[in-house]
């Protein structure tokens, strides 16, 4: 039985570290495979203000529902041989605890630092764009402003 109850943990982490969390990069310095040797139109800019932000992911609930699995397994297993009762105490406690932390992992890992850019074109339109942070941008740097076949737009220096 208990060789089961690792086995079945092992599997639900492995899943957790595989699912359930955004990869994609939101930067100006990454593209996807889809996004490479396709055309894209190019504007130029000076950046009129800077912040600093915080992007989340997506949450998927793989997190929370993994972390119940993890949770109530370890919580029926704790209780040892008490009885049926204590047994389901345990467990409903553990599931509990584990969605918790199982849903505040899923967010910490989804979160990154991002920057909001506000971009005043060489045409005088005015537009705010927020991307990951990978790059250190000041009020009045000359920008180039990318704009994918897909309608995605990134700022580069």
């Known amino acids: 039985m208990r060789y089961w109850m690792l086995s079945a943990i092992v ?4 899943g957790l570290g595989t699912s359930g969390c955004e990869t994609t990069s939101q930067g100006s310095k990454t593209y996807t495979r889809g996004q490479t040797q396709r055309a894209q139109s190019v ?26 699995v993890v949770g109530g397994i370890l919580g029926h ?4 041989r008490s009885g049926s009762n204590t047994k389901r105490v345990g467990a409903t406690l553990g599931a509990a605890a584990g969605a918790a932390a199982g849903a505040a992992g899923e ?16 045409d005088g339109r ?26 995605t737009m990134r700022v580069r220096q």
């Open 107 to 122: 967010k910490a890992v989804g979160t990154k630092a991002g920057v909001e850019l506000e971009v005043e074109l060489d």
């Open 77 to 80: 297993a704790v209780t040892g």
């Open 126 to 151: 005015i537009f705010v764009l927020v991307q990951e942070k990978d790059d250190e941008y000041d009020v009045g740097d000359k920008v180039r402003v990318i704009t994918g076949t897909d309608g």
């Open 43 to 68: 504007q130029y800019g000076t950046i009129l203000a800077v912040a600093d932000v915080t992007i989340e992911a997506e949450q998927s609930g793989a997190g929370a529902v993994g972390g119940a």
């Open 11 to 14: 599997l639900v982490m492995v």
